[in-house]
Every structure is written in structure tokens, then in C-alpha cells.
């Protein structure tokens, strides 16, 4: 496809399982971002990714969020025992390069009940 | 550290009136890049404009044009003639170092209405 591609579009999921949602970036975009975005407010950043590298994970908001991008396209933003605080929209976006325009998926709806 | 403002909560206007919308973006940082992006019901961000540190120069682009004053922090963005498909949130959103991660306001939220 020709944009960003998140899957699933919505995850509904118990207090303290493991989730994982996918980011399908442009073609040959190198950087690849994180964010999260709660009702009535702009995203926040969580992760930067430069090729398969983390280059800045400030925004993870503790240690059960982590990201991995291992070969340099898709990313998965993986959440363990989650808590009814973490349900938000968490947004993908990708750009092709520093200081550039990036491009957002529709974003993945996470509702822990 | 920095700072973005957009002050106004919600604005409602009839289509084909001009809208503005206001940002203030403080920091120490010389160099960043400022972008505003639309965010529709549907909920996917849209990119509308990017500009730079260095170029004051106002432009215009179809019905959207922006005004940005490094002296006074402000990168604000009209709309001209709105129309009801420019109802949606609209952020302003610096970006700042390597990282180039954007920092968004608490946006504006557009109602245009017949």
C-alpha cells in the first residue's frame, strides 16, 4: 500500500495480558515513530526508530513498553501485563528523513478492560 | 525545554469565513522546524505545512497560509473561504534535534458549519 498500515485497528484485551501492534512504514522510509494519543489530547512521542536501531526510546513510559524494528520496516510496539491506563490510540507514522514530513497511520485503538 | 501553545480550545465559523489559528512555540533551541497537521473525525493525522527556523517569510498555498514571527514564538495558520470538510483538530507541532520527534499542542479543534 502506498501509506502507513497499522494493524489491528482495534485491540480489546484483559488487565495484564501481553499485546503487540504492528506499524507497516512507507517504503523506504528509514525513520519510523511512536506515539500515543488519549482522548482530548495530541499524541505523545514514545519511540524513534533509524533504520533498526532505537535511536531515542524517552518516551516509553516505562519498562513494559518495548519496540523492535528488525529489519529496518515493519515495527511492533509491544506491551506486557497491561493496565487500564495504557488504552489509548497508538499512532505510526514514518518519514523520509530528518526534519521531514511524517505520515500517520489510521493507528491501532487499544481498550484494556 | 520547550513549550507549545495553541490557546484556542474550539472555534466555530461559517463556511466561507477565514479562520485563524493561533501557536506559540517557546524555546531555546535555534534551529527547529515547525509543522501543523490536521487531525479529521476519521482520525488519521494529516501534514498541511512545514516551515524552519530560518525563514520568516510568510506563504500561501491554496486556501491555507501561515504567519510565522520568530520574535514572538507564533506560527499561526489561516484557512481562507473554510469550507465544511476543513472541520477537524488541528495541531501545531515543533520538532527539535536528531530525532526530529514531533511535540504536539493540545490542538484546536475547527467546527465549520453551513
Known amino acids: 500500500g502506498a501509506g502507513v498500515s497499522q494493524t489491528p485497528s482495534n485491540k480489546v484485551t484483559e488487565k495484564g495480558k501481553y499485546v503487540e501492534l504492528r506499524c507497516d512504514p512507507i517504503?523506504?522510509?528509514?525513520?519510523l515513530y511512536w506515539y500515543r494519543q488519549s482522548l482530548g489530547q495530541g499524541p505523545e512521542f514514545l519511540i524513534y526508530?533509524?533504520?533498526?536501531?532505537?535511536?531515542?526510546d524517552s518516551g516509553l513510559p516505562n519498562d513494559r513498553f518495548f519496540a523492535v524494528r528488525p529489519e529496518g520496516s515493519v515495527s511492533t510496539l509491544k506491551i506486557q501485563r497491561t493496565e487500564r491506563g495504557d488504552s489509548a490510540v497508538y499512532l505510526c507514522?514514518?518519514?523520509?528523513?530528518?526534519?521531514?514530513?511524517?505520515?500517520f497511520g489510521q493507528g491501532t485503538r487499544l481498550t484494556v478492560v | 525545554a520547550q513549550k507549545v501553545t495553541q490557546a484556542q480550545t474550539e472555534i466555530s465559523v461559517v463556511e466561507k469565513e477565514d479562520v485563524t489559528l493561533d501557536c506559540v512555540y517557546e524555546?531555546?533551541?535555534?534551529?527547529?522546524?515547525l509543522f501543523w497537521y490536521k487531525q479529521p473525525p476519521s482520525g488519521e493525522l494529516v501534514f498541511l505545512i512545514r516551515?524552519?527556523?530560518?525563514?520568516?517569510q510568510n506563504e500561501i498555498s491554496g486556501r491555507y497560509s501561515w504567519n510565522f514571527q520568530k520574535s514572538t514564538s507564533s506560527f499561526n495558520f489561516t484557512i481562507t473561504a473554510s469550507q465544511v470538510v476543513d472541520s477537524a483538530v488541528y495541531f501545531c507541532?515543533?520538532?527539535?534535534?536528531?530525532?526530529?520527534?514531533?511535540?504536539f499542542g493540545t490542538g484546536t479543534r475547527l467546527q465549520v458549519t453551513l
Open positions: 507514522a514514518s518519514s523520509p528523513g530528518t526534519n521531514r514530513e511524517a505520515f
Open positions: 517504503s523506504g522510509h528509514t525513520a
Open positions: 526508530f533509524q533504520g533498526t536501531g532505537a535511536a531515542d
Open positions: 524555546t531555546r533551541d535555534t534551529t527547529y522546524y
Open positions: 516551515r524552519n527556523s530560518f525563514d520568516e
Open positions: 507541532a515543533p520538532t527539535t534535534g536528531t530525532a526530529s520527534k514531533l511535540t
